[in-house]
């Protein structure tokens, strides 16, 4: 059996419903948690005494906490229904809106996390009505500036230190870099002609005539280059002098040439250095020659010192100039080598030939002398060893470079780390290298510090000014690189005259 009472039952219903409930009974009861009946211990007392006396088991109903700890102080049973937090948060909402008073009593109440939230949204909202009274009757005015940037270049006397020196890197008295040693191994292969290797180190060497048809003396010092009518070059090997023309002694004169590498197009000239009696050379670049042919050169007989065959034979000479050209070409090239095999993340490669040194590890060639080979092959191995710097490192110290000389009137942005740049003019004190370095930083106007009073200025010249016109008037200052105006309440459309009214703020 269930009974319901309601919070505006009276206490004699209550009292006369219980009295004609049948002995020896289970009932359940439900009593409204606003009811008066809460608030008089005396009647609850008599309440409990009718239940016994009529032996009847009653278990009240209850859906709130309150409601739960009364009756159990008294010693009733109790079955608690509690809402679901999803009710309960309806519940709520549906107070907040519509019996905002309820509400507000009900989380008091409850003095759980929704009281705090109630009063910090209320606190809240009487803070916000004053701030919103305060802006109608005093208006602000908010600047929004963005500095411009400028960039300056640094260069600083840095000594790099081996990063196993331990020592050194404490020493107060300058800024010290760590340097790092690596090395990189190389082969280099190559095979090359035989003719070709002959052709390089022995070119056609032959006698010639210089005509001269001129009135005019010539003097020819060695390699003065010769050219026939198809652009195949060739140089004399000695000083010559080449006498005037005259009718009683026309001037001849026989000098030795040889034949160049290359014709005037820088093409291999291989067996067209073979050419046949009378052929005509010219002196390159002179006029009276190339264009007047009034000076020029013939082949006294002809040239034919091409020979396959001959080509063919290995020596020693050509052994031993193909091994310096293999070290060689790993000292021309090592920059470039190293490069291509550097593959340390926020590494920078010290670019000098006093921080980068090379040996021979191996040096092999195939073929031998006298050798009947049409081509020679040989490889070499080479140990290339180079110094290298952190960037990390090298931005720190710049760092501490520009925190060691502050600005007082520009504040640092970033570091331009793309700017880096070494000197060539490096000195060496032992293992210490000191290399001048350059970097740019960005910098702007530390309107924070503000000690061209720049701000003070601006103020004093915007007041009582249109919007429009005093946002282009900041951006006419080269220390601003972007300027807006927001005025709050917003119908305002020209700055104060209160200077306290305008603030500033920086992007």
């Known amino acids: 059996m269930k009974v319901f009472f309601q919070k505006n039952d009276s206490l004699y219903k209550i009292f006369k419903t219980l009295e004609k409930l049948p002995t020896n009974k289970s009932v359940h009861i439900y009593i409204d948690p606003e009811h008066s009946f809460f608030d008089n211990e005396r009647r609850w007392k008599q309440l409990k005494e009718l239940i016994q006396e009529r032996h009847i088991e009653a278990y009240f109903i209850t859906k709130n906490d309150r409601s739960k700890y009364f ?12 809402k679901s937090k999803i009710l309960r948060a309806l519940n709520d909402i549906y107070l907040f809106f519509f019996n905002f008073k309820r509400f507000h009593l009900l989380a008091y109440n409850r003095k759980n996390y929704i009281f705090y939230v109630v009063f910090g949204f209320e606190l809240a909202f009487i803070l916000w009505i004053f701030y919103v009274l305060y802006s109608l009757i005093l208006p602000s005015w908010n600047i929004y500036i963005k500095p411009s940037q400028h960039s300056e270049s640094i260069i600083y006397n840095f000594r790099y230190y081996p990063n ?20 990189v191994k190389h082969k280099y292969e190559l095979s090359i002609s035989t003719a070709n290797i002959k052709y390089l180190q022995n070119p056609s060497r032959w006698e010639a005539i210089i005509v001269n048809k001129t009135e005019k003396k010539y003097s020819f010092i060695p390699k003065t280059r010769l ?19 005259s009718e009683n002694q026309p001037s001849e004169t026989t000098v030795k040439i040889k034949a160049m590498e290359k014709d005037d197009n820088w093409v291999f000239m291989w ?16 006029n009276q020659s190339i264009y007047l042919k009034k000076l020029y050169a013939e082949i006294s007989q002809d040239i034919t010192w091409w020979s396959i065959s001959s080509q063919w034979t290995i020596t020693d000479k050509d052994i031993t100039i193909l091994s310096w050209k293999l070290s060689d070409y790993i000292t021309q090239n090592k920059k470039e080598i190293v490069s291509q095999n550097f593959k340390i993340n926020n590494g920078i ?21 006298w050798e009947q080979s049409p081509i020679i092959q040989w490889y070499i191995i080479s140990n290339l060893s180079f110094y290298y710097i952190k960037r990390d490192d090298l931005i720190k110290w710049f760092s501490e470079y520009i925190l060691q000389r502050p600005s007082e009137k520009s504040k640092l942005v970033t570091i331009d780390k793309n700017s880096l740049v070494f000197f060539d003019n490096i000195k060496k004190e032992g293992d210490i290298i000191i290399i001048p370095t350059k970097i740019d930083i960005i910098q702007w106007y530390d ?11 601006i103020k004093t010249n915007v007041v009582s000014m249109d919007k429009e016109i005093a946002q282009k008037t900041i951006m006419s200052y080269p220390e601003v690189a972007w300027a807006t105006i927001k005025i709050r309440p917003p119908r305002y459309s020209t700055l104060p005259k209160l200077k306290s009214r305008i603030n500033f703020i920086f992007q």
């Open 71 to 82: 009756f159990q102080s008294l010693w009733l049973n109790v079955i608690h229904q509690e």
């Open 164 to 183: 196993t020196d331990s020592e050194y890197a404490k020493d107060p008295r300058f800024l010290s870099i760590p340097i790092y040693s690596w090395l």
């Open 227 to 245: 050219v026939t009518d198809d652009w195949r070059l060739f140089q004399t090997i000695v000083w010559n002098e080449i006498p005037a023309w």
């Open 271 to 286: 067996s067209r250095w073979n050419i046949p009696a009378w052929t005509k050379l010219y002196i390159k670049n002179l």
């Open 349 to 369: 490669l010290l670019w000098f030939n006093d921080t980068m040194s090379q040996s021979t590890q191996e040096l092999y060639i195939k073929n031998k002398t």
């Open 447 to 457: 309107f924070t510090k503000d000690i061209n009073w720049i701000l003070e200025d």
